[in-house]
């Protein structure tokens, strides 16, 4: 469970929901198929390179293209087609934001596990790497939890209430979650 936010590329040249929430339904319709087409690797390579110039702390995880494929029962080259992206990690004991970007969108996710003032810096930092990101490609950001689509190059700090708010209560949703997935025999 995270705080995801997407980057995305706008055809009307303005934040727009409807089209956000469209391009999100069409990125994940695309990836749960596996029917992964080549995207610009050029933009995916400068948003990357930007991002690590901005935090030289982030890690691009290495796929093991040999294993995925023996795993997915797939060739090695299907599974390099299906894995274009580019995941940055913070190294450990840094704010834990993972961005994956791929050519036309990126996927920024934060755990929810931060409080107070860490949440203040893990939203901060999440704000510079959009405007990064902005800057970079001309994308336009998307937060699902709000439901808003906004330019980061126009944008201050995100707004974080809603996070901290799902940080209170997440004692209460994992033991809801843990009661509802009770065996329907077990009545205690």
């Not at 993972?98 to 920024?108: M, S």
Request: charged share 25%; net charge negative.
């Amino acid at each position: 469970m995270s705080y995801d936010l997407y980057c995305y590329r706008s055809a009307s040249r303005v934040p727009d929901i409807a089209e956000a929430q469209a391009l999100i339904v069409a990125f994940n319709s695309v990836e749960e198929a596996g029917d992964m087409k080549a995207a610009s690797s050029e933009t995916r390579d400068r948003i990357v390179a930007t991002l690590i110039e901005h935090n030289p702390r982030l890690e691009a995880f290495k796929f093991d293209y040999r294993t995925i494929a023996e795993s997915d029962g797939i060739s090695e080259e299907e599974a390099r087609s299906r894995y274009q992206h580019v995941e940055l990690n913070p190294p450990e004991g840094d704010l834990a934001i993972q961005l994956t970007v791929y050519g036309d969108h990126v996927f920024i996710s934060i755990p929810y596990w931060y409080r107070g003032s860490e949440a203040d810096l893990v939203f901060s930092q999440c704000s510079e790497y959009l405007r990064v990101i902005g800057k970079t490609a001309g994308f336009f950001a998307y937060d699902p939890q709000t439901d808003t689509a906004f330019d980061p190059q126009r944008t201050g700090q995100l707004d974080h209430k809603g996070y901290e708010e799902t940080v209170r209560k997440l004692p209460e949703i994992v033991a809801e979650s843990t009661e509802a997935s009770k065996p329907w025999w077990k009545f205690w």
